[in-house]
Structure formats: structure tokens, C-alpha cells
T-cell receptor, first 112, second 111 residues
């Protein structure tokens, strides 16, 4: 059974810092990996989708990498802003691409 | 473009009452549909998923059921709510193994 772990569980940084969120998974036979953002009391917003044939994806100040062989993904946030404060969730697709397994999330607080 | 609608946004129900949450998707055909629950301080738990009309798979045995009466409609139900059913319920869709899209969620409080 796939297990997804996110470290750290919570992170508090001053504005402007570059930061890295980590995601690890136990079964490397994945289809895709997706990073989401969740604001308090809200649904999930997709940030980046990394397909199984890709090693990284970039969108603005966000960069996500994927190393299937080692079972790891990282989300890099450059020049963090208070508006980045949210919970970040990593989700791994099963091999058939029809089911997601989520990590527990990293709760990020960026202080002005 | 594709959109997903989920309602109601919040719901307060007494123990033992029935439940019906609805999710609809627009702009796509034959999507995979999902119900997730997020309990307070806990991660996202897959409850049900559907790959087609009338096809429902349950991941966790519980007090809830799901139905898919139409291609783009997914309903979560309960005959009698328990206190433990409280949580944040999220509907999602995907097609062809591509990006998952989530609805805005329903906050259910059972009192």
C-alpha cells in the first residue's frame, strides 16, 4: 500500500526566504505526482503536475522535482511571500492513474 | 473549460438525520469522480470513486454511500448521520490520468 510522507509538518519563515518542502513515497511505481495548496476552510488548488516521464515542473516562483527511483519529490518556493501561507499537499497517482494518495501536508506560515 | 460544483458549502445536521451532498462537473465527459473527507487535523481520506455511471468503489467501510445517477453527477449520502461523520468533504474529478481538480468543499458538522 502506498504511503506518502511530507516533511516538515509545519514551517514558519520570514518573508523573502527560499524554502523547500519535501515529499516521500514508498512505492516508486507511480503514474504522476501533483502538488496542491489548501487555504484554511477551502478546497484544494492545483499547483503543479509532474508526469511520470518528467523530472520537474515550474510555475512562477514554484518549482517541483520528482525522483521516482528514490521515491521523492520536492517543492521549491522562491522569495516567499505572506500570501504563500497555506497548507501544501503532495499527492501520488497510482500506476493506473485513477487514484491519489495524499501526504499529511506541510503547513507554511510566511511572516511579513 | 471544465468546472466542478459542490454544494452546500456548509451544513449542520443533527445525529440520526439523513445526508445528501451533490457534486457536478461541467465541460467534460466520462470523468472519474471522487469523494474525499478531511477530518479536523487529519489528512485526506478517499471515501468513494467512480469510473462511470452506476459504478462505485468504496475505499473505507462506513456509514456513507455514494451514487452516480448521471455521467457528471456524484452524490454522497447517509441514512443516519453519526457524530464521527463531521468533517470537510471534497469532490474531485480527473480524466485520462491527468490533473485532478477539486471542488470547494462542504463543511459538515453533525450535532
Amino acid at each position: 500500500k502506498q504511503e506518502v510522507t511530507q516533511i516538515p509538518a509545519a514551517l514558519s519563515v520570514p518573508e523573502g526566504e527560499n524554502l523547500v518542502l519535501n515529499c516521500s513515497f514508498t512505492d516508486s511505481a507511480i503514474y504522476n505526482l501533483q502538488w496542491f495548496r489548501q487555504d484554511p476552510g477551502k478546497g484544494l488548488t492545483s499547483l503543479l503536475l509532474i508526469q511520470s516521464s518528467q523530472r520537474e515542473q515550474t510555475s512562477g516562483r514554484l518549482n517541483a522535482s520528482l525522483d521516482k527511483s528514490s521515491g521523492r519529490s520536492t517543492l521549491y518556493i522562491a522569495a516567499s511571500q505572506p500570501g504563500d501561507s497555506a497548507t501544501y499537499l503532495c499527492a501520488v497517482y497510482n500506476n493506473a492513474g485513477n487514484m491519489l494518495t495524499f501526504g499529511g501536508g506541510t503547513r507554511l506560515m510566511v511572516k511579513p | 473549460s471544465q468546472t466542478i460544483h459542490q454544494w452546500p458549502a456548509t451544513l449542520v445536521q443533527p445525529v440520526g438525520s439523513p445526508l445528501s451532498l451533490e457534486c457536478t462537473v461541467e465541460g467534460t465527459s466520462n470523468p472519474n469522480l471522487y469523494w474525499y473527507r478531511q477530518a479536523a487535523g487529519r489528512g485526506l481520506q478517499l471515501l468513494f470513486y467512480s469510473v462511470g455511471i452506476g459504478q462505485i468503489s468504496s475505499e473505507v467501510p462506513q456509514n456513507l454511500s455514494a451514487s452516480r445517477p448521471q455521467d457528471r453527477q456524484f452524490i454522497l449520502s447517509s441514512k443516519k448521520l453519526l457524530l464521527s461523520d463531521s468533517g470537510f468533504y471534497l469532490c474531485a474529478w480527473t480524466w485520462g490520468g491527468e490533473s485532478y481538480t477539486f471542488g470547494s468543499g462542504t463543511r459538515l458538522t453533525v450535532v
